[in-house]
């Protein structure tokens, strides 16, 4: 089973920026797609990018600009860099990994992130 330990929340004003780490045990090339999602307050869980096992990446509307999904193979990891945050992007963020040929799901404990003056 893949395990996910996140990093990098924190406190952040208007505009200003943060990088959320991803931590996966085992290797990258077994997974499929990486996702981050996050989920407010009295909201959903909704993803905020993904990148598959080939490289695309997908973002969700509201982030598209400001973040940037990436991943480094030789530290089994996956970032979010988050730049330009809003009070609106205060969630909780998980990172999800797919593998087994979709057939599986693992989850990270989740990372505070708010933005706030």
């Known amino acids: 089973q893949v395990q996910l330990v996140e990093s990098g929340g924190g406190l952040a004003q208007p505009g200003g920026s943060l990088r959320l780490s991803c931590a996966v045990s085992?290797?990258?090339?077994?997974?499929?797609?990486m996702g981050w999602y996050r989920q407010a307050p009295g909201k959903q869980r909704e993803l905020v990018a993904a990148?598959?096992?080939?490289?695309?990446?997908n973002y969700a509307d509201s982030v598209k600009g400001r973040f940037t999904i990436s991943r480094d193979y030789a530290k089994n990891t996956v970032y979010l860099q988050m730049n330009n945050l809003a009070p609106e992007d205060t969630a909780v963020y998980y990172c999800?990994?797919?593998?087994?040929?979709?057939?599986?799901?693992?989850w990270g404990q989740g990372t505070q992130v708010t933005v706030s003056s």
């Open positions: 085992g290797s990258l090339f077994s997974i499929d797609a």
């Open positions: 990148i598959t096992r080939g490289g695309t990446t």
């Open positions: 999800n990994a797919r593998y087994g040929f979709g057939n599986y799901d693992s």
